[in-house]
């Protein structure tokens, strides 16, 4: 089901393919973090992380809960996307379940996954969605994902992470705020303590550290921060 067309990115199909195209071919990338918010401030670092993503490879994709689950999933950590074609404007997106938990409740609330949708009509309709909504807590919940995430890993698999760098902020802190999560990925640091004492506040901070994990606790590269900061902090980096 498509929920959030005409509201975080265009229902008309020529005004979408001005935001995804053009997308080039380039070197390929194991694993990227890329932010979540109207997509015609951050269609361009999509695109540029597209054009690391071959078609027909597999796209596992981690989406994190904004919210609490609802009262019938308390004490679940992960929930599948049923294994479905979706249809858009610009084409099919074949989507795989991982076996988990029905996400179709979370896909209502949670915008992030349609964000993706037209770029993997467009780019890479061959390649396989594998969604995966998360509420992870801990650290014991990032070892947990982190170790299934590693049996997915078959060397024809992109790791995808929606996450914007700051919770909402006032206007003046959140540039500085970004920075300061920006630059701890790129020196390879951990997130998790930093998160929970509440020093940071990613949406997916335990969802970036299981990628690093499974990337070997390695070092992320800017590929560059959004048009435009709208109460969050938003940039898109990659792995290898």
């Known amino acids: 089901m498509i929920y959030h067309s005409g509201i975080f990115y265009p229902e008309d199909k020529e005004e979408l393919l001005a935001l995804v195209s053009p997308i080039g071919n380039e070197e390929r990338h194991k694993a990227f973090i890329l932010p979540h918010m109207r997509l015609e401030y951050i269609a361009a670092l999509y695109r540029t992380a597209f054009a690391s993503i071959p078609d027909g490879t597999m796209i596992v994709l981690l989406l994190p809960l904004h919210r609490e689950v609802l009262e ?123 998160w929970r004492k509440g020093h940071i506040r990613g949406c997916g901070i335990p969802l970036i550290e299981s990628i690093s994990r499974i990337c070997g606790n390695g070092k992320w590269k800017l590929i560059g921060i959004s048009e435009k900061e709208t109460k969050a902090g938003h940039a898109a980096l990659y792995i290898d």
């Open 72 to 194: 019938k999933d308390k004490g679940k950590k992960l929930f599948s996307s049923k294994t479905r074609k979706e249809e858009t404007a610009l084409g099919s997106v074949n989507i795989l379940s991982l076996g988990f938990d029905d996400a179709g409740p979370y896909e209502e609330e949670e915008y992030s996954l349609e964000l993706f949708y037209p770029f993997i009509a467009f780019h890479n309709p061959s390649s396989t969605l594998c969604p995966l909504f998360t509420r992870l807590e801990n650290s014991e919940d990032v070892k947990m994902l982190a170790k299934y995430l590693f049996t997915l890993d078959d060397g024809n698999t992109i790791f995808i992470t929606s996450s914007n760098m700051t919770d909402k902020l006032p206007e003046d802190a959140v540039s500085p705020e970004r920075d300061k999560v920006v630059h701890m990925l790129e020196n390879g640091e951990h997130l998790m303590d930093e």
